[in-house]
C-alpha cells in the first residue's frame, strides 16, 4: 500500500489520511493503515502503534562532554568527488528576499540559480547524490507558506514538488513544507512539515514533525510524532541523512511553552521512525542543517546562543553519532556569527558561513580539524549562507 500523491498545483481534490499510511514503525502498520478512505482521519491525528512524548535519551549520550572520547560508527568508504556549493543569498539589505546559488569551492564567480517572484525566499537547497538536482524550498511573502521545489543543477526547470493537502483544508491550517534533503540513494526526500492552529499569545504552530517522500511528490509518510501528544510545544527543522541512508538527523525547536522552554537541540532517528532519541545537550542550543561526515563517523553542527537570529556567539562542533566526543572546531568565546556547516562529498574539508561582529556573511572553508580556514565567497552587501556541498561539475 503506498501513501497519496501530493496535489499537482491544478487539481483541488483533497488528499489527508493517506499521507500518514505506509509508514512501518518497527514493522507495524500505522493506524492509519489499510482501510482508511482519505477524509476519514486528519492528518494531526495519525498515530504509531506506541507514540510517545519527547523521549529521555541515556544522560551519558544526552550530556556528554566535550572531548570525551567515544565509540564511533563504523567508516564507510567515500569516492564521491567535490564539486559546487549551494547556498542561500538574501537580495537585498533587509533579508526579506532570498534565492539558491552555486560556487566553486576555489571561490568562482557565485551564480544565481533560482528567481523568486516579489519578496518570496527561496532556502534550504541539498543536492541530489547524482548532483543533477537541488532540493529546497519557497516561503511566499504573502502568505507566508513554504512549499517545496527542485531545481537542475544549471538553475533551468525550476518548479514545486507539490504538496501533501489543500490550502484552506480545515486540518492542514497553516501547513508549511521546508527542509528538504535527498536520501544517499536519491529515492526519498525528507522534509519538515508544520500544519494547524497558531497559539495567538506564543506565535508557535500547533504541530510539527518530520515526514518522507518519494522526490516526484508520492509515497508521502509521517516519520516522527514528537508534537503528536503535545500540541504547540516546538518545531521540527532541517533533516539530514547519515550516508548509509539508515538514520536522519534534524533539528528541535522548543517553543516558550516547551521543554525546555526555547530549547534548541539535534535528534537522531532511524529511518523506519525507530530509535528516536536526543543527540546533544540543550545546553548546547544546536541547530540549523547538520551534516554527516561522508564515512559515518562524525556529525558537523553549528551552535547558537540564545537572542534574535544572527546573533554571535555560537560555535561549530562536531560529535559522534551516539552522542559522545563533541568536539569544538572553532575558537570560543567569539563575536563572529558562524551559520550552518557542512562537509565535501570527499569528506576531506568543510564549508560554512561565518559574518564578523556588524558585517555580512560569506563562506569559508577548513580543514576537517578546524585550521587552514580559507575565505570562499566575498560579497559587500549580500548574505551568503546555508552552505550544501555537492559533485556537479562547474557550469561551462
Not at 49 to 59: G, H, K, L, N, V
Not at 114 to 122: A, E, K, V
Not at 160 to 183: K, M, R, V
Request: charged share 15%; aromatic share 8%; proline share 8%.
Amino acid at each position: 500500500m503506498t501513501g497519496t500523491r501530493l496535489l499537482p498545483l491544478t487539481t483541488t481534490a483533497r488528499t489527508r489520511a493517506r499521507a500518514g499510511a505506509g509508514l512501518l514503525l518497527a514493522g507495524t502498520a500505522l493506524l492509519a493503515g489499510c482501510g482508511v478512505q482519505p477524509g476519514e482521519i486528519p492528518l494531526s491525528e495519525i498515530r504509531a502503534e506506541s507514540p510517545s512524548a519527547t523521549p529521555t535519551p541515556d544522560p551519558a549520550i544526552a550530556n556528554a562532554t566535550p572531548g570525551v572520547i567515544g565509540a564511533a560508527a563504523p567508516a564507510l568508504p567515500v569516492t564521491a568527488h567535490n564539486g559546487l556549493i549551494a547556498g542561500r543569498v538574501f537580495l537585498d539589505p533587509g533579508r526579506l528576499t532570498s534565492a539558491v546559488f552555486t560556487v566553486t569551492a576555489d571561490g568562482g564567480t557565485l551564480q544565481q540559480l533560482t528567481r523568486p517572484s516579489g519578496q518570496d525566499r527561496d532556502d534550504h537547497p541539498d543536492w541530489s547524490p547524482d548532483g543533477s538536482t537541488l532540493a529546497f524550498d519557497r516561503t511566499e511573502t504573502e502568505t507566508g507558506a513554504a512549499r517545496l521545489w527542485t531545481v537542475s543543477a544549471d538553475g533551468e526547470g525550476a518548479h514545486q514538488i507539490g504538496q501533501l493537502c489543500e490550502t484552506g483544508a480545515a486540518d492542514c491550517a497553516n501547513e508549511q513544507e521546508s527542509g528538504p534533503a535527498f536520501s544517499p540513494d536519491g529515492k526519498q526526500l525528507a522534509f519538515s512539515r508544520t500544519w494547524g492552529a497558531i497559539d495567538s499569545s506564543t506565535q508557535q504552530v500547533q504541530y510539527s514533525d518530520l515526514y518522507l517522500m518519494s522526490p516526484d511528490g508520492t509515497n508521502a509518510q509521517r516519520l516522527t510524532f514528537l508534537t503528536n501528544d503535545t500540541p504547540y510545544s516546538g518545531e521540527v527543522r532541517n533533516p539530514s541523512w547519515s550516508p548509509d541512508g539508515k538514520q536522519l538527523v534534524f533539528e528541535y525547536r522548543t517553543s516558550s511553552t516547551g521543554q525546555p522552554a526555547s530549547g534548541r537541540a539535534l535528534y537522531v532517528v532511524n529511518a523506519d521512525g525507530t530509535g528516536l532519541r536526543r543527540l546533544t545537550p540543550w545546553e548546547l542550543r544546536a541547530g540549523e542543517r547538520a551534516s554527516w561526515s561522508p564515512d559515518g563517523t562524525r556529525i558537523l553542527f553549528t551552535t547558537y546562543p540564545a537572542g534574535p537570529d544572527y546573533t554571535p556567539g555560537g560555535g561549530i562542533y562536531t560529535v559522534q553519532p551516539d552522542g559522545s566526543a563533541i568536539d569544538a572546531l572553532t575558537p570560543g568565546p567569539s563575536e563572529v556569527f558562524y551559520g550552518a556547516a557542512a562537509y565535501s562529498p570527499d569528506g576531506t574539508s568543510i564549508v560554512f558561513s561565518q559574518a564578523p561582529a556588524g558585517g555580512t556573511a560569506d563562506l569559508y572553508r577548513m580543514q576537517t580539524n578546524g585550521t587552514g580556514v580559507t575565505r570562499i565567497t566575498e560579497t559587500a552587501d549580500q548574505w551568503v549562507s546555508r552552505p550544501n556541498w555537492g559533485t556537479a561539475a562547474p557550469h561551462s
